[in-house]
């Protein structure tokens, strides 16, 4: 049977904002299935975003849902999940959104180790704002603020998460969406903060003005260039150029969960006023 | 008889929040306000509550925001860098209605200024600092007991508006150390937002046809509902059109102008027979007062209007005071702000005379004294 989008999809929300052959609805679906076979009650998840593109999925969604100011959406995030530590909060965000201006939060977040689920929609650009170099824009790309060419290094978003602390990290690709379910619910059955970066295409800002035809070349180059973490492991160095690794890249369990700590101390400071007393 | 203890105002101000029901602080560290964190990082622990200290103002403020849509009291403590930091999302939460306490203890600017001197000089920012018309509750306590109860007293407007209260207060009051009484619980009258009694189904989170200030569901609690900080309808979604923006940008600027007598709180001091009053808040208000007291002696006929509600500003009453007296003397540590707001409300009908004061030390009385004479 096909899978009823709808018992999540807020009547009359559609159509998205999206663009056409925009991959952020495939990511949206793979969000859905995936909090589905989680059996995650809708009254117990909030979704949070900032500003952008990817930041606008969460009002589509019949969740608790939270629009909020541009890169900050993992401290409104923080927020809810020490008032409520045995809820969800998943945390919608884009490449320039989660690093750039909100680059400081993103590794602090990652830094706590809180039980939040980050998923990264990077699609190399400022879409919303008309295609304009984030911190992932690859070298020598164009943008309309990099007209001769990107000479910004980027990022490498789950190197950055790593090493932040995080301790689950993933990639997947709007073109493995399959694969992209799976790696969203490991990453919400992981305790602790998980990152999943969601690997995206921008044609209208970024595709067209960097030698992808169409929609269709940016989903190929997806293809063509991620491999399994496994398969990419294999690879002898010299045949690793112009492939990257998705999946799971690094996971580490058993690391202390921010709000279970916290909430550690507040009953370890209540058993000693009950011994006082 | 409540509990007598000797605090300093940012320590009487986490007590304040604390009677008010505050179950969350998300802070960043900066003098002269850290010991409103640090008050907050013991106790709070201990009564179940949750203490953040995030990485930066920005995300304190955020997280605050977010700990109270998840239905906790929340509060942040800051000062001017700092306050500069969170307007962006002091914004976010004017327009999103979602009730919190920020605390900025004052001191001087701009820039790093004088972190451990006190100033007046954010009065201004603590009504515009956001970018867009909003409403805003300021309360600017001078006295430790003063800064207890106007702690109480901010959560509850919070609460009942719907809206981030700011409480603006200076070093000096901040680390100065007096007398004061704690309350027993139940003496403080302690409001709590209004919640839906509707089904999740018909709940509208910004419906404005049963007043200005709509009842408000915590996140969690079967509401399912969007929020977001565009300009949005009555269901909360995304509206880019004429004339909703335009009316709800009104009703949220009415359900704080439109309730001033509820809001607005001042003090007067010997004003009946006054010739002469004072304008002041704060420590320069504390000044004040010794002023008026050695002026009286004097024979000179002195009094001080010492409002505790900054904004909405205390039009009325001002513009009553000027039509009464020959002038009216602000001092404040600044180089003149809210002197303005007293000029515009006293509309030429009597005099208006500022001391400005910007080098980290108070407004002494004498200074006081002497501009009174000058004026009489």
Redesign the interface.
Known sequence: MAFDYDQYI?GG?LPHIWCPGCTYGIVFKSLLRAVDTMKIA???V?L?SGIGCASRL??YV????????HG?A???????????PD?RVIVVSGDGDATAIGG??F??ACRRNIDITVLVFNNYIYGMTGGQYSPTTPSGHLATTMPYGNIDPSFNIPDLAKGAGASFVARGTAYHAAGLDRLIIEAMQHKGLSVVEIINACPTTHGRRNKFKSPTDMLLWMKDTFITAVAFDKLPPEKTAGKLPMGVLYKKEGLPEYCET?YG??ER??KQ?EGRA | MGKIKLLQGNEACAEGALYAGCN?F?GYPITPSTEVAEYMARRL??V?G???Q???E???????????????K?LTATSGPGFSLKQ??MG?AMLTEIPCVIVNVMRGGPSTGVPTGPGQSDIMQCKWGTHGDHPVICLTPAYVQEIFSETVRAFNLSEKYRTPVIIAFDEIVGHMRERIEIPDPGVLPIVNRTKPTCPPSGYLPYDDTKGDVPPMAN????Y???????NHGTDG??VNASPRIHTDELRLIRKVEANKADIVKFEETLMGDAEVAIFAYGVSGRSAKTAVEAARKEGIKVGLFRPLTMWPFPEEQVAAIASRVKAIVVPELSLGQIIFEVERCARGRCKVEGIFRVDGDPINPAQILAKVKEVK
């Open positions: 807020r929300k809708k009254d117990d909030a949070v969460p009002g019949d969740f608790n849902t939270l629009h909020t100011t900050r993992l401290g409104f995030a923080t927020g809810i999940k020490m008032a409520k809820k400081n939060h590794i602090h916290y101390l507040v400071l209540k006023r | 969350f998300g622990p201990q179940g949750a203490f953040l995030m990485e930066d920005i995300a304190a403020m955020a997280s605050v925001i977010g700990g109270s849509l998840a239905g906790c929340a962006e999302n976010f996140f969690f609690e079967g399912r509902y969007h929020v977001t900080g565009l979604f995304p």
